[in-house]
């Protein structure tokens, strides 16, 4: 049944988990779409009055998209715009709202992933869902999708912001291993073709296969028609939150998209999409997240944990995109890529001059990151354990980073350090690499 067939009971939707779903769902948010029917006067909810809300204005001034970022060698002083938020405007941003999301910005990013990437929004083939950040929207799918026990395939190293999630809901963390071009297709194939026959397979692998946490890799598009293929093949979803969806041959992939690395990290929120996905997880998903009847919402599951949308930073984000338009927003992008790209430059080369020094033997070695904000590299230490040097000699010498550990499920011991470059000045990483080239120096010697 397709997802517009939705109704407002739980019976039809197919049992993926054991979820309990509310045969109910939420009925007083289910008809509030109902009140935008010509004609009808409403006597639903407890809206506060706007008029008593005490915020008559939201102005936000903005660089340009396309402006100098402050640290940039260009230098100049960048045009700065002004957008006011009021009206109407103000009252969505103010008001309560639709569960899923604004309305007008759900609209319009569907028109950017149109003109992004040729995927047309029409809640058939590729629904969309506005929540508050991609970790928020992560745990529901997971919640979604996994009972305890359930075997779930996941990279690694992984975004460790997926481990305690998981963790929470005791699934089976079946690690798949990767190398600088992302996902390992040979250790995917052999971790199914060895499943045991009597063991049910893996629900879902989650990867992220374009500029990777921790590692900065991007998998290259044959390995995600393989992975595509494979996902076909053994009847597991893909949980992913990068350009699988440029890849349309199967109903398999659930992506997450966020605005915090590239408009604010300050509750700027998140957008998920089922792409072509199986139809009983786009059923149960979508269900879980709204329910449908002939074209009108008629519940929202999702308010009994998230009653009310984030409506200002959405209706925040609605002015800038708006005003900015498509280009103006590929623009900033660029910008900004520009940007981080200068600094990762710039980190890397710092890591030669301590770690790979001319004539001496490497302390570490590493793949520059095609994507991201971070390297990921290993340290030639004999123990092969960057825990203990991070967490004990490195701290004594004032430098931290992240020990990789942290980012395999399993916990297991590794030589390698995730390491940040976005925000730092270069005289600072500079110094924070001979540092930590001290370090490692006097563990090696030491050894």
Same mark, same amino acid.
Request: charged share 20%; hydrophobic share 40%.
């Given at each position: ?27 007083? $948010? ?158 995917? *194939?052999? !971790? ?30 044959? $390995? ?13 979803? !893909? ?5 699988? !969806? ?40 979508? #269900? ?11 519940? #929202? ?31 900033? !992008? ?6 981080? $790209?200068?600094? $990762? ?72 350090? *995730? ?29």
């Amino acid at each position: 049944m397709p997802p517009t067939a939705i109704n407002s009971t739980a019976e039809d939707a197919p049992e993926i988990s054991k979820l309990k779903l509310s045969p109910e769902a939420n009925v007083v $948010r289910g008809l509030l779409p109902l009140e935008k029917t010509p004609g009808i006067i409403s006597l639903l909810a407890g809206k506060p009055n706007q008029s008593t809300f005490p915020i008559d204005e939201i102005s936000i001034t903005l660089r340009a998209p396309d402006a100098p970022q402050p640290y940039s060698p260009s230098g100049g002083e960048p045009v700065r715009e002004t957008l006011k938020i009021d009206g109407n405007l103000l009252a969505t941003a103010l008001q309560y709202n639709f569960t899923d999301g604004v309305p007008d910005l759900r609209a319009l990013l569907a028109d950017f992933q149109l003109k992004e990437h040729g995927i047309t929004v029409d809640d058939v083939n590729l629904q969309l869902t506005v929540g508050s950040g991609s970790q928020d929207l992560m745990y529901k799918i997971f919640t979604c999708l996994l009972d305890p026990g359930d075997a779930i395939l996941v990279e690694a190293p992984v975004y460790a912001g997926v481990l305690p999630i998981l963790q929470t809901l005791e699934p089976d963390m079946i690690e798949v291993e990767t190398d600088p071009s992302g996902i390992s297709i040979d250790h995917l *194939r052999g !971790i199914l073709s060895d499943w045991p026959k009597d063991k049910p397979k893996p629900k879902a692998l989650y990867t992220v296969p374009y500029g990777c946490n921790p590692t900065g890799a991007t998998t290259p598009l044959n $390995r995600r028609q393989e992975v595509l293929r494979l996902a076909e093949e053994h009847d597991f979803l !893909i949980l992913e939150g990068g350009p699988f !969806i440029q890849v349309r041959f199967q109903r398999r992939v659930l992506r997450l998209d966020s605005f915090s690395k590239v408009l604010s990290s300050g509750r700027f929120d998140s957008c998920a999409y089922s792409l072509h996905t199986e139809p009983k997880i786009i059923y149960r998903y979508a #269900y879980w997240v709204r329910n449908w009847s002939s074209g009108a919402h008629q519940g #929202y599951e999702l308010a009994s944990a998230n009653l009310q949308a984030n409506s200002t930073t959405q209706v925040i984000a609605l002015a800038m995109l708006k005003h900015w338009g498509y280009d103006g927003f590929r623009a900033h !992008i660029n910008n900004i890529s520009g940007f981080y $790209r200068a600094k $990762r430059d710039a980190f890397e080369a710092a890591m030669y001059k301590h770690f790979k020094p001319e004539g001496e033997k490497p302390l570490a070695e590493w793949t520059r990151p095609e994507a991201g904000l971070f390297f990921w590299f290993r340290l030639n230490v004999p123990d092969e354990d960057s825990y203990q040097l991070i967490s004990t000699k490195a701290l004594a010498g004032g430098v931290i980073a992240v020990p990789g550990q942290i980012f395999f499920p399993s916990g297991r011991k590794t030589a390698y350090v *995730r390491t940040a470059f976005s925000v730092m000045d270069i005289e600072l990483v500079d110094e924070a690499l001979r540092r930590l080239a001290k370090v490692v120096r006097e563990v090696i010697d030491g050894a």
